[in-house]
C-alpha cells in the first residue's frame, strides 16, 4: 500500500498568513494526489485534484503542486473560513490511501 | 445539484451486520465510481472501498481491514450503492461518508454513523 505522510501535524498562522503543508508518497504516484478541506461536524470537501487542478468553486488562495512523490497545498493568504484539518489522499492505486491530516488553527 | 444522502447507520453488537444505503441524485450516477469512506471520532479519514460503473465491470477494491467482511454493491435502476458490512468489529465505529470519484472524491454525503458496541 502507499502510505503518505502530511507535514506538519498542525500549525497555527493569523488571517492573512501564507500557509504551506506537505505530502510525501511512498512511491511515485504520478500527480495522482487531491487536497481536501474539513471543518469539523462535515464531510471532506474536495480543494485540489490531480496536484494542481483547482475544483469548481474553490478560491484562487489555495494551490497544489508537485509531482512524483512530493507534494503542496499553498493557501496564499488565510481567511477566517479556512481555519479546518486538510487532508491529501492519493488515486494511483488502491487502496486510496489519506495523509495523516494538518489541523489548521488560528494564531 | 448532485446529492448523496447515506442512510442505515445504527448501533449493533461486536458480530452484527449492517447495511448501508447511499442514495444519488443530481449527476450521472450509473457512468460514475462510488467510494465509501470512514472516519472514527476525532480521527482521520480512512478509504473504505469502490465500486467502478458498469463499463469497468462493476469492479471493487477495498481496504485491507474490511476486505472480506464488507462487500460494496450497485443498483443503477435505482441510483443507490450499498455497503454491506458483517462481522463488525469495534474498530468498524465510524461515521461512513459516500462519496463520488471523479478527478478526486467531489461529491460526498454527510455521512452514517455506525457504532459497534456490547
Known amino acids: 500500500d502507499i502510505q503518505l505522510t502530511q507535514s506538519p501535524s498542525s500549525l497555527s498562522a493569523s488571517v492573512g498568513d501564507g500557509v504551506t503543508i506537505t505530502c510525501r508518497a511512498s512511491?511515485?504516484?504520478?500527480?495522482?494526489l487531491n487536497w481536501y478541506q474539513q471543518t469539523p461536524g462535515k464531510a471532506p470537501k474536495l480543494l485540489i485534484f490531480?496536484?494542481?487542478g483547482l475544483q469548481s468553486g474553490v478560491p484562487p488562495r489555495f494551490s497544489g503542486s508537485g509531482s512524483g512523490t512530493d507534494y503542496t497545498l499553498t493557501i496564499s493568504s488565510l481567511q477566517p473560513e479556512d481555519f479546518a484539518t486538510y487532508y491529501c489522499q492519493q488515486s494511483d492505486s488502491t487502496p486510496y490511501t489519506f495523509g495523516q491530516g494538518t489541523q489548521v488553527e488560528i494564531k | 445539484e448532485a446529492q448523496l444522502v447515506e442512510s442505515g447507520g445504527a448501533l449493533v453488537q461486536p458480530g452484527a451486520s449492517l447495511k448501508l444505503s447511499c442514495a444519488a441524485s443530481g449527476f450521472s450516477f450509473s457512468g460514475s465510481a462510488i467510494h465509501w469512506v470512514r472516519q472514527a471520532s476525532g480521527k482521520g479519514l480512512e478509504w473504505v472501498g469502490r465500486?467502478?460503473?458498469?463499463?469497468?465491470?462493476?469492479?471493487?477494491a477495498y481496504a485491507a481491514s474490511v476486505n472480506g467482511r464488507f462487500t460494496i454493491s450497485r443498483d443503477d435502476s435505482k441510483n443507490m450503492a450499498y455497503l454491506q458490512m458483517n462481522s463488525l468489529k469495534p474498530e468498524d465505529t465510524a461515521v461512513y461518508y459516500c462519496t463520488r470519484h471523479s478527478g478526486g472524491l467531489d461529491y460526498w454525503g454527510e455521512g452514517s454513523l455506525v457504532t459497534v458496541s456490547s
Open positions: 465500486i467502478r460503473s458498469r463499463v469497468q465491470s462493476y469492479a471493487t
Open positions: 490531480t496536484a494542481s
Open positions: 512511491q511515485n504516484i504520478g500527480s495522482h
